[in-house]
């Protein structure tokens, strides 16, 4: 960090004042000068244009450009005191602002004028409703200038700009606040070094602050969100291309070599042939376990693709030359999963006992002590747990290589946690894991700090899997006919998931509206007791987040069919959503199919059709659903490829609920800039900095955008 103080990290306390500050902190989090300026017009009002009213969503704060039509002022009639009612309008349609016991508004709201309102619309008797509004009146003057009252900014460009705003902040108290910081603004330090300015003409800094917050016109507003968009790329690539370079100014314990023995005998003894993808990525990983430099690789491919056998094959690399691997699993039940499968993968291998571990919170003291000092002194090859794993007490002998499982459920601080936990100063290597796969110029700005490797094919996926949509409306014997099916399957000797969105009945859908009437979620407790009294032949059990550990780990073990009784039918919730492996299911039921979203609809069809045997996929939905629901469930009915639905899903649900906030980090400070719209764009940047890196300049770049990741980090603090 440079200790460099940028105008923009200015509070705004001292810039507005501190009633004005606590109210844009209150609505917006902003405490700074960046933060604000960095708050941008959600569209724009040309004066002459009236806002359409047709646009104007009931339930949404919204600031309205409208002429005044009529005034009526009466007496109410149920309870003392005067309603005010005026109608305005947009030259086609009118709405109604409503004022109670406010009657010397009068005196300004006049029949003719105009002005900007702001406020959350209702509807009152089919008729949309401002209640109580905050407004801002533009008065003409007689010579044509115009001028407001009862507001603190004045309208001088034929623009004006609309905020997002709130319920406390109207659009042009943002903008006055704004106005007062740009006119304190005089010199910005600008993130773009001045080569590049001038190469692209771009405006500087304070121009297209200025251009995009006070335009004199939209081709002025289209130069700046063009610079502004550019600057967004470039601090984030630019932070990307160091954090990349400084991990790779790391040491790490170069491992493996050609004279590794116990990758070639696993691969020996498994019972199928690695895919070319999955020889391929173990080349690339191989390369980079080899170097003397700490590797940091992301491992993508759908479910089923084979991600385990591909980080097996790491870790024997890294055994064999003396070093340890942990292996961090999101959840228990995935943690057990792993040892167990782990255990038994590595059974293969005879030339070295390899010594696999599970540690868990419910683990007895005396043995947790065991692990933890057999991994202090070097005896545990392979250490698998949750984020119990993070704790200062977890010391390892030679740490070599961490493995992190469904990365996305782990944030940047605890992967950075992990990676202290090296021997002698030296960086373990990190190969992380999703099933979540992004398209790869996608991951390339997402984690432009890591190396990406995918697995296209999945090899276990070949079984035939039909997926079935059925509505619990309608046919009430098409939902009998799903328990029926289940019934079959399991006398044919198969397994079954049934999938439930809550654990006990008491749970009614926080996002069902009243309107519809609330529709209790199907839930583990209720459909269990409802199967075992129906079935009494078939063995169901239950496994979900609130049983302890040893309950659940007994509950899998049965369903796997290693432990007895065993177990024919799993009702579960979404605790068995990732990595959960089990041959023998062929069938997967979904309750209230409807609540789940595409990525995680995938992964739950993913825990069948692991086998050889053909799988059937029923997602039972809520008749009353949305659209979008609708599409979802017919997305993931219609495919089977993760990449093409989370494509899809990135259509439907935006980029931020796609590849969310903790991904990275990176895209929380993106205001203008689309990582999937904008991705040739993002590219063109990416080209320009890799030039930049290999320049002098780069120094004094780094130097410039540090002051802006400052800002950054403050300004995540706060969000
Ligand atoms: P992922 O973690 O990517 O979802 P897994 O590694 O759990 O997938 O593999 C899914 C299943 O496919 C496992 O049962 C595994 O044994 C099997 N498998 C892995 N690689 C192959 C292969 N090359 N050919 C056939 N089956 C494979
Ligand atoms: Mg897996």
Redesign the pocket.
Known sequence: MSGRKDFLTTTLRELIGGKSAASVEKAFGITTAGGLVNHYPRRYLDRGNLTPFDKVEVGVPVTILATIKGVDSRRMQQKRGFILVVSVSDGVESMELTFFNQKWRERELKVGRSGLFAGTVSEFRGVRTLTHPQYSLFTDTGNGVLEEIDAITEFTGEIIPVYPSSQSLASWQIQAAIDIVLTSADQLTDPLPTELVTKHGFMTKLQSLQAIHQPKNHEEIGRATERIKYEEAFVLLALMRQRKSNAKSALAHARGGSDSALTPEFDLSLP????QG?IAVGEEIAADLAQGVPMTRLLQ?D???????VSIRAMLTVIESGGQIALLAPTEVLAVQHCESLRRFLKGVTSRPIHVELLTGAMSVPNRRRILLDTQSGDVDVLIGTHALLEDNVQFFDLGLIVIDEQHRFGVEQRATMLTKGKDELRPHLLVMT?TPIPRTVALTVFGDLDVSTLVES??LRAEIQTFLVPTSGEPRLVERVWERMAEEVAAGNRVFVVCPSISPSETDPKSDKSSGREPLASVEETYDALTARYPQISFEKLHGALDSNAKREAMRRFEGIAEPKVDVLIATTVIEV?V?I?AATMIIVLNAERFGISQLHQLR?RIG?GSKPGVCILVHASTQSAASTHRLEAVRDSRDGFALSQKDLEIRGEGDVLGQDQSGALSSLRLLKVIEDLDFIDKVRHEIDELFTSKLWGQVMETIDIFEIQRAEYLEKS
């Open positions: 199928f042939d690695l895919t999955q491919g479910v089923g693709s084979g991600k385990t056998i099933a090899p276990s990595g492996d041959p993913g692991r």
